[in-house]
């Protein structure tokens, strides 16, 4: 049981490239999520998915878009990387819906866009 | 709309001493609070919850929160502090119908147990 997966662990993007984040999870939730965790401002809400075949805006989710590809897996794509969006991305996941499930969270990947 | 505060950046704390990490929030209705740890380079770990109930939840690895609704806190305590217990620290709140499950979170303290 691998819990939630996040790949890769590390990326480095020039301004104006794209990529996708992936993420998975092993656990049968409903439920997932990407944040992205900046110094001092804890983790901020980019996209969540309250169950297959839903996605929804979260705090901060201009620059990004995201796809729930069957009830495992959940991307996170950035079109045009700027440098604002240097952070730590941290995919998530929990059972339901429901305020009192906790969520679990993957490593994270660590992106750089210079 | 929900908020957390955690007023200290970091705390010290020598090791076998009790360690206190504060968190208070704001929400609309009930709260639904959490704490996580995060070790270096690793995702956030859940430690507890305070859903109702019982103001004093006990969570992993001896870490206890106390509820405490009239000054809206939620403080992390372990009577015994462990230089292992090093890490960042979060405490997170949900209230009763925040859409899409969304969680709010501090922007952390960092705990330091020494030797």
């Known amino acids: 049981n691998a819990g939630v997966t996040q790949t890769p662990k590390f990326q480095v993007l020039k301004t104006g490239q794209s990529m996708t984040l992936q993420c998975a999870q092993d656990m049968n939730h409903n439920s997932m999520y990407w944040y992205r965790q900046d110094p001092g401002m804890g983790l901020r809400l980019i996209y969540y998915?309250?169950?297959?075949?839903?996605?929804d805006k979260g705090e901060v989710p201009n620059g990004y878009n995201v796809s729930r590809l069957n009830k495992r897996e959940f991307s996170l794509r950035l079109e045009s990387a700027a440098p604002s969006q240097t952070s730590v991305y941290f995919c998530a996941s929990s059972y339901g819906q429901g305020p009192s499930n906790e969520q679990y969270f993957g490593p994270g990947t660590r992106l750089t866009v210079t | 709309a929900q908020s957390v505060a955690q007023p200290e950046d970091q705390v010290n704390v020598a090791e076998g001493n009790p360690l206190t990490v504060k968190c208070t929030y704001s929400?609309?209705?009930?709260?639904?609070l959490f704490w996580y740890v995060q070790y270096p380079n690793r995702g956030l770990q859940f430690l507890l919850k305070y859903i109702t109930g019982d103001n004093l939840v006990k969570g992993s690895y001896g870490f206890e929160a106390e509820f405490n609704k009239s000054q809206t806190s939620f403080h992390l305590k372990k009577p015994s502090a462990l230089v292992s217990d090093s890490a960042l620290y979060f405490c997170?709140?949900?209230?009763?119908?925040?859409?899409?499950?969304?969680?709010?979170f501090g922007g952390g303290t960092r705990v330091l147990v020494k030797p």
């Open positions: 929400v609309s209705g009930n709260p639904y």
């Open positions: 998915s309250a169950s297959e075949g839903t996605t």
């Open positions: 997170a709140v949900r209230q009763t119908k925040a859409a899409g499950n969304k969680l709010t």
